[in-house]
């Protein structure tokens, strides 16, 4: 073969090789976990006796929704269940409440002939609000660490708008190493970036990153002041609540007693009932005696008996006078004229 042969046979096969992937149209398509997502072909020429919808990943092929015109709609993977749906007029696949397995390559059949036409899904998680995170350097206190822990692309920026390079962080996400800048205004942010969005943290800012030494000290002695200060106030409510329980139980055990010696000392009735009944026992005896002391006589007075205006011989009394008899404690009667 001539050399300008053997040049014309590369050009044409060049040709072909490239007409060929060029007929085979990748669609790039990104949605989040839990929206959904519709792919439809260019063309559909009839008449049209079949559809079949492909999923692939890597080399493994799973069917995901299919028509016929014999045997009408068929889901063969339970993945794709209650989810999938398909339009026979226009062959659109639709499907709802993605997750990130719904990710792939998708295909489509039509009269058992795969298309050209193909879309490529991604889907993305949810974009949390990243939260950064503050590790100090003990050998240089003027330094400190800030760590963004995600696997999205992590972008970094000052308070300036200048955008900061970070260094990975071990298991996932980045760090970058921030030094004093004696402006306690000056902050620092971390944002998450995918192929749909972006989120951002909130601003770091240099007060919060390196506080004085000595104004922390005297954060942490006030502090401590005032736990102590506490404590005291809280010990002497409990001393004082103590105090005033003994109080009033010392004053319901005395009242009673009190009552009761009132009650035997200025109550002659009160007096003879207690004495009469209680002189003999042990201990109370003893008591009722001191309150007793020389204490005037709470017995009643002798009874004071009429007998007759008479004498014993049945003459009346000189002078008309009554005889008069005592009866005395120990039953002897004593008579007065």
Avoid at 69 to 91: C, Q, R, S, V, Y
Avoid at 256 to 277: A, E, G, L, Q, R
Avoid at 290 to 311: C, F, H, M
């Amino acid at each position: 073969m001539s050399p300008l042969k053997y040049w014309m046979t590369v050009i044409c096969t060049l040709f072909i090789a490239i007409g060929a992937a060029s007929g085979q149209e990748v669609k790039n398509v990104f949605v989040e976990v839990g929206g959904r997502v519709s792919f439809q072909p260019t063309s559909l020429n009839p008449p049209v006796s079949s559809i079949l919808w492909k999923q692939r990943n890597g080399e493994s092929v799973v069917k995901a929704i299919e028509w016929d015109a014999e045997d009408g709609f068929f889901i063969p993977n339970k993945n794709f269940n209650n989810i999938t749906t398909l339009n026979k007029e226009t062959g659109q696949i639709t499907i709802t409440n993605l997750t990130v397995e719904r990710s792939g390559l998708y295909t489509i059949d039509i009269n058992h002939k795969e298309e050209e036409q193909r879309f490529k899904l991604e889907v993305l998680p949810l974009l949390p609000k990243p939260v950064i995170k503050l590790e100090k350097i003990k050998v240089n206190p003027d330094a400190v660490y800030l760590i963004c822990e995600y696997s999205e692309t992590i972008i970094w920026k000052n308070s300036t708008g200048g955008t900061l390079k970070g260094s990975p962080h071990s298991p996932k996400g980045e760090l970058i190493t921030v030094e004093k800048q004696g402006n306690p205004d000056f902050f620092y942010t971390c944002t998450l970036e995918n192929a749909l969005r972006n989120s951002t943290s909130d601003p770091v800012y240099e007060r919060d990153l390196f506080k004085d030494e000595d104004k922390q000290l005297e954060e942490g002695e006030a502090k401590q002041n005032d736990t102590q200060l506490e404590k005291g106030a809280a010990k002497r409510n409990d001393g004082g609540s103590l105090w005033i329980v003994s109080v009033k139980i010392l004053i319901l055990i005395l009242a009673p007693i009190i009552v009761f010696v009132i009650m035997y000392k200025f109550w002659p009735t009160f007096h003879k009932i207690v004495h009469d009944n209680l002189k003999d026992k042990p201990c109370i005896g003893a008591i009722l005696k001191r309150l007793d002391g020389k204490n005037k006589d709470y017995s009643l007075p002798p009874q004071l008996v009429i007998i007759a205006e008479t004498n014993v011989n049945g003459d009346p009394q000189p002078d008309g006078e009554p005889n008069v008899q005592h009866l005395k404690e120990d039953g002897e009667d004593e008579t007065e004229k």
